[in-house]
């Protein structure tokens, strides 16, 4: 039975053209990443076969941020993982155990390449005059939003509004909380993840706002054209880490540490950096920064630190019976 | 009016022509609502950009991986289910022990847990935090996130397919003709091959293809223990979902249309097999009476 299996993966390899690489490397990554790697794997084959003579194949594999990190954890063998928030890569170093902790101190910037932010998204002509967080309160505006229970961009989008309440002449605690609470209050459908709130927003034509990332703008716009919606900057927005780490037990065990770490040090090469910059991330070198400065609005940014960190927020904002589980209970009744 | 008194076509309707006619135009509706419009939409969303792109969709190297693993899956599944369901309906039908309704329902228990469930059952064995994880890391043996759990995760679902099938009707058919045959000196395996056999082959064949259009199908307990890894551990009904969220929908539904194909050619392969086994029926009765 193995024999035959053997073979038939053999002729199977051999009749779908795949030629049989050297080395062979698997990323596991979030949702909305896919059209970023799609682009920078080639990118960085073709360096690493240059400098190494060796032939390197890059397995793909996407789903929800925190889902990936949980087949990981469960053995699905990665050599890097890419996600969009560094909890879930904490939660492989606590739970699975492999990947050794400290690993946001082995590359620059925090071990996230590029990052992102949250935009509002609003249909064409901006017919509800939405500006800045503050409209997405109001009475009879229709905000999208993923579930921040499940999703690390839902998260984002939760802490940006609290950081802007929280910035407000006179912000407090309890003020960004009952400003929080009014913007889910508006949210019709609560979508699992960022992928799909685009559909509700885009296909199913509900809501007046969508709240995603940057990027994920460009991929509407890609995907669905460039008329039929709007890009609203918010006066300030949260800075979205989208961090990278190398998965140690498993490059280890498969010897393939040296190409996995090359192939996240290349993701702060100029190269790699363009091909971010093209996928609307921004990045984080300064010369490809100012190249596609125009594509890049300047916002006012504030990080996860405001909250101390995201093992902080996560304790006091989206685990069980936390603030945002209160908030939804209290809207639910009302 | 004069029609009914004309042709009265079956004695049991008695209702007027309106409410007959009313009658079938629900059930067409009904037919065309949830069955036909959709199965026509698949096709129609598959070809909307000529058939070209079509045909682009399901020869691109990771939609020909997806399909070599579902063939695999399934020549591997159908035939283990085979072998099984004969031997599980056989101990059943034709003899009689203790634990034998324990183990009938034993037999339906995919039938019964979701296949998330049964999916997560297999991680939860397999899996690098699982009961035998630690060891099979050890050895080196992958079986969750690759091709031999993909295709436990089959076995499962498709477990009850053939036994249950065959089951009610080695059960009606009893043992006389066995016995008779032991009786008149047959072996065992004699008497499988030419008695038991023939007489539940058209069972048999109806159980292995609704196993197969299952397995082929699978969609929850295979997404739980594929990992997703493009043109590696993707099956076509999970290679579907990841194109449709990549707004490739022509191609989403290139795959889907060949899914769709494979139920109706099961389909056709089940009408097939009724109609040769009532035909058979049929024949046996005549050479009875003659």
């Given at each position: 039975m193995t024999r035959r299996a053997s073979l038939l993966a053999v002729a199977f390899a051999l009749l779908s053209g795949h030629a049989l690489a050297d080395t062979t490397l698997l990323n596991v990554s979030y949702d909305v990443m896919r059209d970023f790697y799609k682009d920078y794997n080639p990118v960085f084959a073709k360096y690493y076969e240059a400098k190494f003579k060796d032939k390197l194949t890059v397995q793909q594999s996407h789903g929800g941020s925190s889902k990936q990190a949980r087949s990981v954890i469960d053995g699905l063998e990665a050599d890097v993982v890419t996600m969009n928030q560094s909890t879930d890569i904490d939660a492989i170093v606590e739970k699975g155990k492999q990947i050794n902790s400290g690993w946001e101190k082995r590359l620059p910037d925090n071990a996230s390449p590029f990052s992102s932010l949250q935009v509002l998204i609003v249909r064409k002509g901006n017919p509800k005059g939405i500006k800045d967080w503050n409209d997405l309160v109001k009475p009879g505006v229709q905000v999208v939003v993923p579930n921040p229970k499940t999703s690390g961009n839902g998260r984002y989008t939760y802490l940006a509004a609290w950081g802007y309440a929280l910035k407000q002449p006179g912000g407090n605690d309890a003020k960004a909380r009952s400003f929080v609470s009014a913007l889910f209050a508006n949210v019709p459908v609560l979508d699992s993840g960022g992928r799909a709130a685009t559909t509700t927003f885009m296909q199913r034509n509900i809501g007046d706002v969508l709240v995603t990332f940057e990027n994920e703008a460009e991929m509407i716009a890609r995907e669905f054209g460039r008329g039929g919606f709007e890009v609203v900057y918010p006066s300030v927005s949260i800075d979205a880490d989208l961090p990278v780490a190398v998965v140690d037990k498993v490059v280890d065990k498969k010897g393939t540490r040296k190409a996995a770490e090359e192939y996240l040090k290349y993701l702060w090469s100029p190269e790699g950096q363009q091909v971010a910059a093209q996928n609307y991330l921004r990045p984080r070198d300064k010369t490809v920064a100012a190249k596609f400065a125009k594509q890049f609005p300047v916002v006012k940014l504030f990080t996860v630190d405001e909250f101390g960190g995201w093992t902080k927020a996560q304790n006091q904002?989206?685990?069980?019976?936390g603030i945002y589980d209160q908030i939804a209970a209290a809207n639910a009744k009302n | 009016m004069a029609g009914t008194q004309n042709a009265p076509r079956s004695i049991v309707t008695t209702e007027s022509p309106l409410v007959r006619w009313l009658l079938t135009a629900i059930a067409l509706l009904f037919v065309a609502l949830f069955l036909v419009i959709p199965l026509v939409s698949v096709f129609a969303e598959a070809f909307k950009q000529g058939w070209q792109l079509y045909l682009a969709a399901l020869i691109e190297p990771d939609a020909l991986a997806a399909i070599k693993l579902t063939l695999l899956t399934a020549l591997v599944a159908v035939p283990l289910n085979l072998v099984f369901g004969v031997a599980a309906a056989w101990a059943i039908a034709k003899f009689d022990f203790k634990g034998k309704s324990f183990l009938i329902t034993l037999i339906d228990l995919p039938f019964s847990v979701s296949p998330v469930v049964a999916g997560l059952i297999y991680v939860l064995l397999f899996g690098a935090q699982g009961w035998w994880g630690p060891w099979l890391a050890e050895h080196d043996i992958k079986i969750i996130f690759a091709v031999p759990g993909i295709v436990l995760a089959t076995v499962f679902v498709t477990f009850p397919f053939v036994a249950r099938e065959l089951i009610p009707l080695m059960e009606a058919q009893g043992s006389e003709e066995e016995q008779a045959a032991l009786v008149l000196g047959a072996s065992g395996w004699q008497t499988f091959w030419r008695v038991t056999l023939p007489n539940i082959k058209w069972g048999l064949l109806y159980g292995v293809i609704l196993a197969n259009a299952r397995a082929m199908g699978e969609f929850g307990a295979v997404s739980v223990v594929s990992?997703?890894?493009?043109?590696?551990?993707?099956?076509i009904p999970l290679h579907v979902e990841i194109l449709y969220n990549e707004y490739n929908f022509v191609a989403a539904f290139a795959c889907a249309s060949m899914l769709a194909l494979l139920a109706l050619v099961t389909l056709a392969a089940k009408s097939y097999v009724e109609w040769a086994a009532a035909r058979q029926a049929a024949e046996d009765r005549r050479q009875a009476v003659e």
């Amino acid at each position: 039975m193995t024999r035959r299996a053997s073979l038939l993966a053999v002729a199977f390899a051999l009749l779908s053209g795949h030629a049989l690489a050297d080395t062979t490397l698997l990323n596991v990554s979030y949702d909305v990443m896919r059209d970023f790697y799609k682009d920078y794997n080639p990118v960085f084959a073709k360096y690493y076969e240059a400098k190494f003579k060796d032939k390197l194949t890059v397995q793909q594999s996407h789903g929800g941020s925190s889902k990936q990190a949980r087949s990981v954890i469960d053995g699905l063998e990665a050599d890097v993982v890419t996600m969009n928030q560094s909890t879930d890569i904490d939660a492989i170093v606590e739970k699975g155990k492999q990947i050794n902790s400290g690993w946001e101190k082995r590359l620059p910037d925090n071990a996230s390449p590029f990052s992102s932010l949250q935009v509002l998204i609003v249909r064409k002509g901006n017919p509800k005059g939405i500006k800045d967080w503050n409209d997405l309160v109001k009475p009879g505006v229709q905000v999208v939003v993923p579930n921040p229970k499940t999703s690390g961009n839902g998260r984002y989008t939760y802490l940006a509004a609290w950081g802007y309440a929280l910035k407000q002449p006179g912000g407090n605690d309890a003020k960004a909380r009952s400003f929080v609470s009014a913007l889910f209050a508006n949210v019709p459908v609560l979508d699992s993840g960022g992928r799909a709130a685009t559909t509700t927003f885009m296909q199913r034509n509900i809501g007046d706002v969508l709240v995603t990332f940057e990027n994920e703008a460009e991929m509407i716009a890609r995907e669905f054209g460039r008329g039929g919606f709007e890009v609203v900057y918010p006066s300030v927005s949260i800075d979205a880490d989208l961090p990278v780490a190398v998965v140690d037990k498993v490059v280890d065990k498969k010897g393939t540490r040296k190409a996995a770490e090359e192939y996240l040090k290349y993701l702060w090469s100029p190269e790699g950096q363009q091909v971010a910059a093209q996928n609307y991330l921004r990045p984080r070198d300064k010369t490809v920064a100012a190249k596609f400065a125009k594509q890049f609005p300047v916002v006012k940014l504030f990080t996860v630190d405001e909250f101390g960190g995201w093992t902080k927020a996560q304790n006091q904002h989206f685990d069980d019976g936390g603030i945002y589980d209160q908030i939804a209970a209290a809207n639910a009744k009302n | 009016m004069a029609g009914t008194q004309n042709a009265p076509r079956s004695i049991v309707t008695t209702e007027s022509p309106l409410v007959r006619w009313l009658l079938t135009a629900i059930a067409l509706l009904f037919v065309a609502l949830f069955l036909v419009i959709p199965l026509v939409s698949v096709f129609a969303e598959a070809f909307k950009q000529g058939w070209q792109l079509y045909l682009a969709a399901l020869i691109e190297p990771d939609a020909l991986a997806a399909i070599k693993l579902t063939l695999l899956t399934a020549l591997v599944a159908v035939p283990l289910n085979l072998v099984f369901g004969v031997a599980a309906a056989w101990a059943i039908a034709k003899f009689d022990f203790k634990g034998k309704s324990f183990l009938i329902t034993l037999i339906d228990l995919p039938f019964s847990v979701s296949p998330v469930v049964a999916g997560l059952i297999y991680v939860l064995l397999f899996g690098a935090q699982g009961w035998w994880g630690p060891w099979l890391a050890e050895h080196d043996i992958k079986i969750i996130f690759a091709v031999p759990g993909i295709v436990l995760a089959t076995v499962f679902v498709t477990f009850p397919f053939v036994a249950r099938e065959l089951i009610p009707l080695m059960e009606a058919q009893g043992s006389e003709e066995e016995q008779a045959a032991l009786v008149l000196g047959a072996s065992g395996w004699q008497t499988f091959w030419r008695v038991t056999l023939p007489n539940i082959k058209w069972g048999l064949l109806y159980g292995v293809i609704l196993a197969n259009a299952r397995a082929m199908g699978e969609f929850g307990a295979v997404s739980v223990v594929s990992g997703h890894i493009r043109g590696m551990t993707n099956t076509i009904p999970l290679h579907v979902e990841i194109l449709y969220n990549e707004y490739n929908f022509v191609a989403a539904f290139a795959c889907a249309s060949m899914l769709a194909l494979l139920a109706l050619v099961t389909l056709a392969a089940k009408s097939y097999v009724e109609w040769a086994a009532a035909r058979q029926a049929a024949e046996d009765r005549r050479q009875a009476v003659e």
